[in-house]
């Protein structure tokens, strides 16, 4: 890695990769460029990203199968499987690859600086974001090692995190009723359901889902009176029975989709989650309950199951331009039926923001309010 160059000049990248608590780096891809948090899209006006971004070339699944050579080797316990380069003249897939909690695990989930990771990677170009995160299960039929692609969130971080572009002198609202992505979530189900995808006995994908984001703080119930401290410790088993009874309902939990995914609908990108069961959290009485050596044991137990998803994911968004893959129509927020290619052009979420941020008049933007989204928005203010 320390060899690699520190400026990329290729095609623009448009898709990006967060990995979190288990998927900290992507070892089975080829590395073109490792960009450095003095790269100027990496300097932004909210600060520096968790981690540098590493620019990564994916071999496309025809081309791979189309080229001889040896059976891919078995993954390896640190990540996604051994490295396996694309051969000269193949078709491939650019992709930014950044690290949610930093080279070495070193930021807890409230010192992610969501905001400087989402802006980095949009300057960078990208406009389809894929975000991994280990998750505890809520839900009997989510089992460990099972892995979920959530439609819906509730948060439990506000007061806690910064959460929005839109301060300092510009407001903004933007919509967030169906808060991920629905043509790139259901590419990632249809990608992930293919045959040889997921091994293991009884490891599954559950399509949709409610995700709970907890960093203790406030939300509108009598049974949570007032805001308790920040995280990162896990919940009691109180706050788990709550989290997955009526009226929340909840399917799964982590501490990290939030603000993360506001962010990225604010920023006009496509996002969606990933999620990988690692425990039942705290409710269940006939388990123990989690810890970070359970979280870490399944992780590392199902890393080949994790490389194959992140590969069958990117396969399918390398199809050609006009397929609209295995996703199908956009959801109710965004524009029907555009496909992938518009995915990756950005032209899903295309606009909102000129919409959003037209509530301030002129006369009562703030010029640093204004400057930083210029940085972010080239050409809208």
């Not at 009884?202 to 920040?230: A, F, N, R, W, Y």
């Not at 706050?239 to 009526?246: C, D, F, G, V």
């Not at 923001?353 to 309010?369: I, L, N, Q, W, Y």
């Amino acid at each position: 890695m320390e060899d690699l160059p520190e400026t990329y000049d290729g095609p623009p990248i448009r898709i990006g990769i967060i990995g979190g608590t288990g998927l900290s780096h992507l070892p089975s891809f080829k590395p073109l460029a490792r960009l450095p948090l003095s790269h100027p899209a990496l300097r932004t006006p909210w600060g520096q990203p968790s981690s540098p971004i590493v620019v990564l070339s994916h071999p496309l699944a025809s081309s791979r199968a189309s080229s001889p050579g040896p059976p891919s080797p078995s993954p390896s316990p640190s990540g996604l499987g051994s490295p396996s380069a694309s051969r000269s003249g193949s078709s491939s897939l650019t992709v930014a690859f950044l690290s949610r909690h930093g080279l070495h695990h070193e930021l807890a989930p409230h010192e992610v600086p969501s905001r400087a990771n989402i802006a980095a990677l949009r300057k960078l170009g990208v406009r389809v974001l894929v975000a991994f995160s280990a998750v505890g299960s809520l839900r009997e039929e989510v089992k460990p090692r099972d892995f979920l692609v959530p439609d819906q969130v509730i948060d439990r971080t506000k007061g806690v995190r910064p959460w929005t572009f839109f301060e300092g002198g510009i407001v903004g609202h933007i919509g967030f009723a169906d808060p991920f992505d629905e043509e790139l979530r259901n590419l990632i189900v249809g990608a992930v359901h293919e045959k040889g995808v997921l091994q293991g006995e009884g490891v599954k994908i559950h399509d949709k889902g409610t995700l709970i984001c907890m960093v203790p703080t406030s939300i509108t119930l009598t049974l949570i009176p007032k805001p308790q401290t920040e995280g990162p410790q896990f919940s009691t088993r109180a706050e788990s029975t709550l989290y997955r009874s009526s009226p929340l309902s909840a399917s799964v939990i982590n501490m990290s989709c939030l603000p993360e995914a506001k962010l990225a609908r604010e920023a006009e990108l496509s996002y969606a989650m990933i999620c990988m069961s690692t425990d039942y959290d705290s409710w269940h009485v006939s388990n123990e309950p989690v810890s970070v050596e359970m979280v870490m044991g399944h992780m590392a137990a199902n890393a080949g199951n994790a490389g194959r998803v992140v590969e069958a994911v990117l396969n399918e968004l390398g199809k050609g331009e006009g397929k609209e893959g295995k996703g199908g129509k956009e959801g109710k927020e965004g524009k029907e039926g555009q496909g992938v290619e518009a995915m990756k052009e950005g032209k899903i979420w295309e606009g909102q923001v000129r919409g959003a941020a037209g509530m301030t008049k002129p006369e009562g933007r703030s010029e640093e309010a204004v400057e930083r989204l210029r940085w972010l928005f080239e050409g809208v203010f």
